[in-house]
Each structure stands twice: as C-alpha cells, then as structure tokens.
C-alpha cells in the first residue's frame, strides 16, 4: 500500500514558477515509477511527466516539455515537479501518480495509486 501526499500549489502570475512535492509511504516507492497529471476544468486527466524508479528515465508532454523538470529523491520518498514559466493554461488540479514503469504511467494503462490533488492557479 502506497499513500500519497500533493503539497505546492497555489496561486501564482503567468511567467512565475511553483514547485510540486509528492511525499510517499511504503517501502516499494523506488522499485516504481512516479508521474504527474492534471485535469482543468471540464477536461479529461492529461499526462504530464514521470520518471522512473531509479530517476534515470523522465518524460514530459510536449505541452510542459523545457519548463517543467520532474526529479526524486528515494531517500526523502519524495518526487518534486518544478514547473517554470507558468501559463494560463497550465490552471487544473495536480496529481500524482505511481505505476510499475514510465511506459505504464504515459499509456495510463496500469496506475496503482493516486494522491488526492493540488490546485494550480496562473493568472495572466
């Protein structure tokens, strides 16, 4: 059983940067991957980025690709998303995620645990 825990959302102007914390329970959180989505309002969950286990192999979406920056640290059981250069756009609710690999967590074929979400805002 995983738990997970969103914190650093908030409200922010187009051009700022905020950065996301993911904070996990359980032993396995190193031996999986962990990712990022997001839903605004009156929209499906979008895949935003992931990294692996061993934080070697990361993915963005083509959206968020050069301003955001996914990273871990195994040791704290913590995944961080920076997110630099924020747009209107960029407005939804922030979820983490945990799946067995990258390839799993961007297909949203096999996700096996959710946080309950953190609201971005970037006014312009």
Do not use: H
Not at 32 to 60: C, D, H, L, M
Not at 74 to 87: G, H, P, R, W
């Amino acid at each position: 059983q995983v738990q997970l825990v969103e914190s650093g959302g908030g409200l922010v102007q187009a051009g700022g940067s905020l950065r996301l914390s993911c904070a996990a329970s359980g032993r396995r959180f190193s031996s999986n991957a962990t990712g990022w989505f997001r839903q605004a309002p009156g929209k499906g969950r979008e895949f935003v980025s992931t990294i692996s286990g061993s934080g070697s192999v990361t993915y963005y979406a083509d959206s968020v690709q050069g301003r955001f920056t996914i990273s871990r640290d195994n040791a704290k059981n913590t995944v961080y998303l920076q997110m630099n250069s924020l747009k209107p756009e960029d407005t939804a609710v922030y979820y983490c995620a945990v799946s067995p690999s990258v390839a799993a967590m961007r297909s949203q074929r096999e996700i096996n645990y959710w946080g309950q979400g953190t609201q971005v805002t970037v006014s312009s």
